[in-house]
Every structure is written in C-alpha cells, then in structure tokens.
C-alpha cells in the first residue's frame, strides 16, 4: 500500500497532466554474466516492446565490438559503433527479443562479463528514426524529442560509411558546421568544417541534412539516434514533472589535475566524453561498473571505461569521478582535462527518482542463492549499492563507492573492525541485481542488500581535508541515520542518529560504549539537511587526504523506521507506521553499554526466542527479547538488550 506522502505525491503529479516519468523508466544500465549455455532475461524495467527504444551492448572483460540493436530496425540487425560495417545479423549472440520490461539476450561460449545500456524513446529524452536518402542538400528529417537537440548519431545501414555525429557543444557558436566520426578518435580540426548538417541547426521537431553520402544518399538506407538536452528543469522528468536528466554540455580544460566542476544538477550514471580539439578516443564510464565518488580516487580506485571507437576491452584510469551535483575530471591529461581543449559529454542521471512505496524496491534479506556465477550468490530484484554478508562470526559489507571495479581487486569491510578496506575478488558487484561471486556459500549465509531511493537510503564517498564543511548527498530528506567509515586506513564506524541527545553526539558500531558528546569533532554541532551533512575537521571523520564512506538513512512512512525509545523493564510496543510488521531491526542501548542487535525474518522474528546477530561482536543472542507487531515491533525485558527499564535506546527499522 502507498504511504499517504507517496499517494500524496502521485495525486498532485496525475494533477499536473498525467504520471510523469522517471529516468528508470526511459534508461538503465545494466551488468551481467553470460552464462555460456543459454539466452539470459535482462530485466531492467524499461519497456522496449511497447515503446521502443534502444540497447547498446558489449563484453567488458575481453575484445568485443560495440554492438547497438533497436527496436524500430527489428532483431538480427546490429551496428557497431567502432565499426564502419553495414548492419548484419548478429545470431545467437545478439538479442532475441525486446520485452515490457527489458530484453533477452543471446550467449556466448565463454560466459563473459558484459554491460548494456537501454534507451526507451520518449519525448525530451531520445528518439530512433529511420529514412532513406535522396542525395540532395537542405533534406529535413522529423523527430519526437519536442526539445533541443543535444547530440545526433547517424549511420548508414545498406553499406559502409562512417558514423556521422552531431553534438550541440562541438563549438561555441556553429556547432552545425561540424561533425565528429564515432568510430573514430577524430577531432573536428581534423575533419574541418563540413556540410553533413547543411550547416543548419537542428530544431524540436527536425533535422537538416546536407548530401554527404554518409547522411544522405541517394537511395541508401539509414538509422539516426536522437538525444536531448534538458535545460535547467525543462525536462519534465520526476514527481513534479521538473527534473532533468539528460544533458548534452562541453567544458573547457584547465590543464591541472583536479579539473574544473561540471554541475549538471543531478548526480550522473552514465557520462560519454571525448576531447574535439584534440585527436582522442571517445570514453564511456557508469556508475555500475564503478565510478570513484568526491575525490576519493587512489591507485586503486580508479575507474572502468570502454571506448565506444574501439573493441578493446574494458580499462581503468583516473581522470573523472562523480559527484552530487555532476562529475569532475581528475587529471591534466589530454583525454579529459587538457588546458583550453574542448570536450564534449552526454550525461544521465542516476536512479531512481521514484520513492519507493514499499521495501521490496529497495531492501532485500536473502539466504544462500541460486547456482553460480550467474546469477550471483545473493539474488534481488533492484540494482544493489550497499550490501553486507553475514555469516557465522562476522559481518562484511561492500558498496558501489568501495569495492574496487572489475579487473581490479574488489573489497569489503567488516562491521565489527575497525580495519581498513579489504581486496577481495568474491565481494564483487558485476551484476545489478545482486551481488557476490562465491560458489563457497553455504545455507548459513545471508545477503542483506540496500538499493539507494529518494527517501529511504543514499550513499556517498569524500575524501578529508581536516576542514570543518559540509558533505552533499541525493537522500532527498533529512538523514536521520549516518554511518561513516574510513576506507584506507583504520578507522571506526562513527554513527549520527536523530535519537541521541544532541547533534554534538555519536556512537560507534564496532563498539558496545554508550554515546559520546564530542562536541564540533563529528557533526561540526550542525544537524544535516535534505542535501548536506556536516563533518568537523577532527581526523576521524575528516582526515586530510583519508578516504571515507558516508550511509544515510532516513523514515519513510510505511517503508522504513529511524527512532528512539527508552526502556520500561516490562514489554512496549514500538510504532513504526508499518502495515505487516518488521522485515529488518537493529537496537542499540544509548544511554549505557550495550551491544547493536539485528533481528530479521529470514532468521525469524517471532512470539518467542529469536536469533539475534550482534554487528559489533560478530556473535548473537537467542532469547525472547523482541517479537512481531504488525505496526513495527514489540520490545521485552531482557537487561540492556532492549528494554531495560529507564535506558535510552535507539533503532532502524524495515518493513516487511
């Protein structure tokens, strides 16, 4: 059932025109694994087979062209962007069926590590059109997007001929003058002022084409892809038909290793870039194959990036990184940031943008999974950010922001040490909906897997300068709940939480203490806001140079629960706003000594002895100390555990 905030939300949308769209209705990144033997469903959400659209791709861990399908050219006819070839059909390789909610993709014998990226046509965002050339200048081609232009591909089907590319940053003033080649690293001072575009600039309803006979043929075939650029909350995307998420920008380079902001207003998933001053490839990076977050790149956290002009496989380098609001380069080199070069990029916003209306979107308890290595040891329905294994005698958990990138060590850290990141090939993150690459598990193994949604949970990565400042983030609301761990270099699990006496106190994870007044240390005395947080300029949370991973919680009516309660040596029932009781608990005592117990329904939570899970220990408990309440949960007497009488408690809470 909707919680009245999100039913509220959705009413004043549907007021507004109609339900509007989300960015993870209309794009998805998406990882998996071949599994060498059969067709894999790819299920990402995005309804191909109603409204079209579009799939690009390719192997990560080997070389493999750059292959793009869609739907208005109908199966069996791939184009590869690194390649000059007319279309062809791919075989039991390429896809085999456009779905509601994704696609089918073929196999191949190896069971390699593969990446796509869907575009569904909709207005404001992306279009596919096909046509037939005359071979004569000042030809318009029609279009869906109803906005500017950002970016146009071409490419003829019937025969070979270059992709023909149009992009609205190309120069400052004519960019209709110019073109790039996507299958090549060619910049616009090589290929010099053109006639692809008839030099006209393209409009929300058209296109001009000029009689080059790699857009405009007489009697060849082609396909050209269409994106937007929204402007500043013209994209009509989001509850309130406001957001943008699309943009089609250039930036200039300053020559220096930590380049200039590129603000987009939104936190991107997905960034193509390329140097058109310069002969450079083209780069394509996401934040599903990893992306360093707010300057927390190292030697080993650098990025993975493809090159849509080559089939080389999947490298890594340093020179981008993501941020609240946009991404950075991080280098002086000539493929991102050289000084007074020009670059041109095409950006998407992460997702989601929906608030979840109930947990399963964005919280998943599982036991031991299916057969590996596809899927992967922990299953679930949403792109996993966060997640943690336990199992008898500890608790390890991973996130996007730190676990490394395929073909590097990926990593994990455990919830009751104080000790640093730790390589770990197993703890991987190659697939979107799960998490985990170890055929090693065992029945006693649970996967808990958090997704980031506007309202429920976010996470973030900086890197500490020992100045007192505030650190951004897209939780949307007031956190509520914030854990910050030091990832290269040993460090506790500090906590902010809404329930301990002051924005001056916190309380660590990997420890029984009870909450401590630190004054400015922490939270610098400041409590955080629907997009800041702020860290003092003491070395725990703010070392210069340390790099630290920053989780947030927040209450969402009827999803999830961050409280307080103080004990009264009986039994108490704690109200969570729930419907059918908790899926998840965490308590801890605040006010004296005490363990942090988990309880969770996949070990039960019943009317009777439960299985605790101690986070800061790596042991449990059974006793009776909790039991089910269908608006949240019902705490017992059992000493400090959960209720004892006059102690301050503080929880977290998800629904089942």
Known sequence: MASPRVKQMLMAAAGAGGDPLNVEDVFSTYLYRGNGSQNLAVVNGIDLAGEGGMVWYRKRNGAENNSIEDTVRGLDNVIYTDSANAQADPGAYGLQA???????????????????????????FFDIVTYTGNGTAGRTISHNLGTTVGSVWIKKTNSSAF???????????TPQNYHLALNYNFSINDLGVSQQWNQTAPTSTQFTLGQDSNVNGNGDT?????????????????????????????YTGNGS???????????????????????????????????PYAGSISSEFNHQYLRPNLSSQENDDDDIEFYANGFRPKTSGQQVNGGSETYIYIAIRRGPMAIPESSSSCFHIETRGATLPNPPAFDT?????????????????TSRSISGVAGQATGYMELSSSGFRTTSGTYALDWSKGWFDNSGVTTSDYGYMWGRAPGFFDMTAYKGNNTARTVPHNLGVVPEMIWIKKYNASGDWFV?????????????????????????KFWNSTTPTSSVFSIGNHSHPNANNDLYLALLWATLPGVSKVGSFTGNGSSQNIDCGFSNGSKLVIIKSSSASGPWHLWDTARGIVAGNDTSFQLNNNSGLTGDAIDPL????????????????????????IAA
Not at 163 to 173: A, D, L, Q
Not at 381 to 397: I, K, L
Not at 505 to 517: F, K
Request: with cysteine; charged share 15%.
């Open 222 to 250: 082609y396909v050209a892809y269409f994106f937007a650029h929204n402007n500043n909350g013209d994209g009509g995307f989001g509850i309130n038909a406001d957001q943008d998420i699309i943009k089609c920008g250039s």
């Open 257 to 291: 290793s930590s380049g200039q902001d590129v603000n987009l207003g939104f936190e991107p998933e997905f960034v193509l870039y390329k140097c058109v001053t310069q002969t450079q490839d083209w780069r394509m990076v996401d934040g599903k194959r990893g992306v």
């Open 630 to 653: 269908s608006s949240g949960f019902t705490v017992n007497s059992t000493g400090n555990i959960t209720n004892d009488g006059g102690r301050d408690y503080i929880f977290y809470a």
């Open 163 to 173: 992709w023909m590319v149009y992009h609205r940053g190309m120069h400052s003033s």
């Open 381 to 397: 329905s949403f792109d996993v950010d966060f997640a943690w294994r336990g199992v008898p005698g500890g608790a390890f958990v």
């Open 496 to 520: 902010y939480h809404s329930g301990l006496s002051s924005n001056s106190h916190m309380i660590v994870v990997n420890s029984e203490d009870a909450q401590q007044n630190e004054g400015t």
């Open 98 to 124: 456009f779905n509601s909610d994704g696609f089918t993709a073929g196999f191949d014998t190896s069971g390699g590590k593969y990446a796509s990226w869907t575009f569904r046509k909709a207005p404001k």
